[in-house]
Every structure is written in C-alpha cells, then in structure tokens.
T-cell receptor
C-alpha cells in the first residue's frame, strides 16, 4: 500500500520564524512535489524534485526552499514565515513510470500569526 | 492539458451507485483521464485512471466513451465516507515541474443516509 507521510497535520508559527515541513514516502519514487492549496486557487506547485539533490521551481517558489538529501524525504522550508503563507501544504510523490500517478500525503495545515 | 467540466455538486443515497460525469471534449490521443478525490481537510486521494478502455479497481470503475470526449466515475455502493470533492483531470505525461497536477473545481458528492 502506498504511503506518503507528512510530519505534522497542524502547525502554528509566528511571522519571521523558519518553518520546516517534512515529507517521507516509502514507495521508492523518484519524483516528489510540494503544493499549496488555497480556497478558490486550487493546487499550486511550489517545488518539484526528480532525484536526490535535484530540484526545480514550480509556479510559486518565492519565500520557499527545499531539500532532498535522501530519496525518500523531501523537505519544504519557509525561510521567514509570513501571514500570506498560511495555507494547506501537500506533498506528493510519483514514479518515473509512464503514467506517473501522484500519491499525496495527508497535508499540513499551517497558520502563520 | 485538456480542460474538464464537472457538475459542481451531486447527491447520492447511501448504498446506491454514484455516477460522476466529466466532459473533456478537447482531449488528445495521448492524454489520460485521472480521478482523485479529497475528503474535507485531507490530502487528495488517487482513485483510478484510464486512456481508452474502461477500468475497474477496488474503489471504482471508470467508463470512457468511445470518442473519449467524456467519462464517468462509478462508485458502485456509495457510503457516507465517500462524501468528498471528486476531481477529473486530463493530462499527458511530461517531465519536470510541468508534471504538476491541476485540479479544477470538481464535484462535491454528498452521500445521504
């Protein structure tokens, strides 16, 4: 059974704090994604990684960075949290197989005060 | 990726089949039809996908019309836990960050007791 886990379901942080969101998958997938989901805006891709230490910017990378030191783990870092980063953060992974179905974690709901 | 059109909401009685339609009249030959669902405050869950043929798995069946311009997701015996927003996505496999998923507004399926 496929499994993507995220370190926290809910987080409350203060403006200016550095925030780490962790994602782990146990499917040996090459690709991993970080999205944020906001009402009325749907899913927006923040960063994508296709291999260890490899990353590509998505549509909204500003204010975020990522780290992929091991294949199974993909971290999203908010360098200095701001209130407009309050959102639901979703991690997903997929294999390089032809159809590349993406499997999602449960999400982290982040509130920045 | 081709655009999809889904009804904004549907009701279904518990124990009955739920049939969720999706129109994708501009679909091209190499685009797959994917279905995901999202239960409130959780991450999206992959359900099923197909290219041309009808598909069935333990969760649902996917019926794709012969001209591929529309499809129907069937949940054979809906339960209260199937209440969720269901997203129909049409996409072609591509590499890199362009492999992002784009969710439309989906169909809110409300299963009634």
């Amino acid at each position: 059974d496929v499994k993507v886990t995220q370190s926290s379901r809910y987080l409350v942080k203060r403006t200016g704090e550095k925030v780490f969101l962790e994602c782990v998958q146990d499917m040996d997938h090459e690709n991993m994604f970080w999205y944020r989901q906001d009402p009325g805006l749907g899913l927006r891709l923040i960063y994508f990684s296709y291999d260890v230490k490899m990353k590509e910017k998505g549509d909204i990378p500003e204010g975020y960075s990522v780290s992929r030191e091991k294949k199974e783990r993909f971290s999203l870092i908010l360098e200095s949290a701001s209130t407009n980063q309050t959102s639901m953060y979703l991690c997903a992974s997929s294999s390089m197989a032809v159809q590349e179905t993406q499997y999602f974690g449960p999400g982290t709901r982040l509130l920045v005060l | 990726d081709a655009k999809t059109t889904q009804p904004p909401s549907m009701d279904c009685a518990e124990g009955r089949a739920a049939n969720l339609p999706c129109n994708h009249s501009t679909i091209s030959g190499n685009e797959y039809v994917y279905w995901y669902r999202q239960i409130h405050s959780q991450g999206p869950q992959y359900i099923i996908h197909g290219l041309k043929n009808n598909e069935t798995n333990e969760m649902a069946s996917l019926i794709i019309t012969e001209d591929r311009k529309s499809s129907t997701l069937i949940l054979p015996h809906a339960t209260l836990r199937d209440t969720a927003v269901y997203y129909c996505i049409v996409r072609v496999r591509r590499g890199g960050a362009t492999n992002k998923l784009i969710f439309g507004t989906g169909t809110l399926l409300a299963v009634q007791p």
